[in-house]
């Protein structure tokens, strides 16, 4: 069974509506979580660490919540625009190492 | 800080050479990691690294693949003889502690693209 599991695979959304992406994760017992961004042919840029004692974090447009009880965190993405556009990857650490998800693939159409 | 550093960024090999990769992780940190990424496989680790000394080498494929960290600032990554089942992208990144020494906020290099032909 997948440990961290980021459905859907790929979402394509009209400029200006709100992004909803999903991360669901096996075991609870994690430290953090973490949401990563990817663009073609580049390297992962850190978006939001969520620690376990934390409900939700925030920076800018970005929001991401995290329940451990469930095994699930969201990241929303406010009033979405072309250039949010990427591979989006979450990743639980449950002491150290990284486990990541498959990623979610936006596309926003202006 | 530049931030992870890792070189080359592209590197085409024929089947059966040596690849060395390299990665110089953001200073200060203590961790450092090696993923692969492939379509079929997502994000692996391969190995990580406290203080330069390996802690889990679990995920290492095979024992062509062989990793060293032989101060703060540098690390390769070697594969001996190379396959084609081993193009990939080749990612490093490095972290430090936050408070608890297990919770830990990972920052990645730009990787390198392996391809083995």
């Known amino acids: 069974k997948q440990e961290v599991t980021q459905i859907p695979a790929a979402l394509s959304v009209p400029e200006g509506e709100n992004l909803v992406l999903n991360c669901s994760f096996t075991?609870?017992?994690?430290?953090?979580l973490q949401w990563f961004r990817q663009d073609p042919g580049k390297g992962l840029t850190s978006l939001l660490l969520?620690?376990?004692?934390?409900r939700e974090q925030t920076s800018g447009r970005l929001n991401a919540s995290l329940d451990k009880s469930s095994g699930r965190s969201t990241l929303y993405i406010a009033a979405s625009q072309p250039g949010d556009s990427a591979t989006y990857l979450c990743a639980k650490n449950a002491g150290n190492k990284l486990t990541f998800g498959g990623g979610t693939r936006v596309l926003v159409k202006p | 800080d530049a931030g992870v550093i890792q070189s080359p960024r592209h590197e085409v090999t024929e089947m059966g050479q040596e690849v060395t990769l390299r990665c110089k992780p953001i200073s200060g940190h203590d961790y450092l990691f090696w993923y692969r990424q492939t379509m079929m496989r997502g994000l692996e680790l391969l190995i990580y690294f406290n203080n330069n000394v390996p802690i889990d080498d679990s995920g290492m494929p095979e024992d062509r693949f062989s990793a060293k960290m032989p101060n703060a600032s540098f690390s390769t990554l070697k594969i001996q003889p190379s396959e084609p089942r081993d193009s990939a992208v080749y990612f490093c990144?490095?972290?430090?502690?936050?408070?608890?020494?297990?919770?830990?906020?990972?920052?990645f290099g730009q990787g390198t693209r392996l391809t083995v032909v």
């Open positions: 990144a490095s972290s430090y502690p936050k408070g608890d020494t297990l919770n830990t906020e990972a920052f």
């Open positions: 075991d609870s017992a994690i430290y953090n």
């Open positions: 969520i620690q376990s004692s934390q």
